[in-house]
């Protein structure tokens, strides 16, 4: 199999607080992760790319100092959002990629709510 | 990045097949289209991708036009469990980002 996790799955927190959600893949090694933000009743956006042991790859328009990403192992990437403000309050979720350029697998999401 | 259009809904019958269908006028010849789906709170499932030839595995088949400007994702047998967001995907070979666009809600009537 091929299975990723988000910890935590959901999380509250008040307004200028950070917070981490962490992507794990569990049997596999992930060359490539990604990070996308969901809304309600909206589609995934794309955030980040994120590679092992690089500098993450942000989409236009996301604020890389808002959105800190650390790939520090095949298994492991953590999104950290600083500072966060209520309008953070969104549906994340990564994905993860074997060296196959064509399937990627997908956490169950992390939902953030800011007070 | 080459668009996908598909329907904002569809409702099925449980037990009788499913066609949605998916419009990528711009595709290019590397690009291949893939299919996911979400449940509500969950993150994307894969079901099925392709090239160009057609393609099938346990959970759908996938209908790829000749001239590759279209595809249809094929669920022989809905059941109340398929309901959801279906995605289909355009991505380049060995550029392997998604961008998702807005989907298709199948609702599966019993």
């Known amino acids: 199999g091929a299975v990723v996790s988000q910890h935590p799955s959901r999380v509250i927190c008040k307004s200028g607080t950070s917070v981490k959600i962490e992507c794990r893949s569990l049997?596999?090694?992930?060359?490539?992760m990604f990070w996308y933000r969901q809304f309600p009743k909206q589609s995934l956006m794309l955030m980040a790319t994120?590679?092992?042991?690089?500098?993450?790859?942000?989409e236009q328009g996301v604020e890389k100092d808002k959105f800190l990403i650390n790939h520090a192992s095949l298994t492991l990437s953590t999104l950290t959002v600083t500072s966060a403000h209520p309008e953070d309050s969104s549906f994340y979720i990564c994905?993860?990629?074997?060296?196959?350029?064509?399937?990627?697998?997908f956490g169950p999401g992390t939902r953030l709510t800011v007070l | 990045d080459a668009k996908t259009t598909q329907p904002n809904s569809m409702e099925s019958n449980e037990e009788e097949p499913v066609h949605l269908p998916c419009n990528h006028s711009t595709i290019s010849g590397t690009d291949y289209i893939h299919w996911y789906r979400q449940l509500p709170s969950q993150g994307p499932e894969y079901v099925i991708h392709?090239?160009?030839s057609n393609v099938n595995n346990r959970m759908a088949s996938l209908a790829i036009a000749e001239d590759r400007k279209s595809s249809t994702l094929i669920l022989h047998r809905a059941t109340l469990r398929d309901a959801a967001v279906y995605y289909c995907i355009l991505t380049r070979y060995n550029f392997n980002k998604f961008y998702f666009g807005s989907g298709t809600k199948l609702n599966v009537k019993p």
């Open positions: 049997d596999f090694q992930a060359t490539t």
């Open positions: 994905s993860a990629t074997k060296g196959r350029a064509d399937e990627q697998f």
């Open positions: 392709g090239l160009t």
């Open positions: 994120s590679n092992e042991g690089s500098k993450a790859t942000y």
